[in-house]
């Protein structure tokens, strides 16, 4: 049984370009390898025969930021590391999301000490937060589905 069997005579797909841009990205978005603690292991986790990411698209994590347009952040971000995230955030091309990962990523976690940053909101923008500590990789996939419904709204930017 072939697809025209099942399908029957529809031989013409409508959809605005917009709408065809935004579902491609969804289905080849590319994470940059960046675990700063305990959240990378859950992280490891999702990309692991368990949870499987490649059934989104993310086959792998990549280590260059110019090959990559979502950052996993996960984990605590320190006053010494926050220049390097960024630097790694400007390093990517645009169209780029930002995911914080963990409790320590969102809002400073359990620590309360100066070298801690109360959240990676200070650094870049983020896009979806992911909350646990640390979170399952089941969190991180839906924070991964929240962002994908978040992408397909967009609106193309024909000015930039």
Known sequence: MGVEEKLGNLGIITTTLEAAVNWSR???MWPLLSGLACCAIEMMATQASDYDLSRFGMELMRPS??????LIIAGRVTRKMAPVLRRLYDQMPDPKWVL???DCCSCGGVFNNYAIIPGVDEVMPVDVYVAGCPPRPEGLIHGIVTLHEKVKGEKINTYS
């Open 26 to 28: 969804t289905r080849a």
């Open 65 to 70: 930021p110019r090959q990559s347009d979502l």
């Open 100 to 102: 914080a990962m963990g």
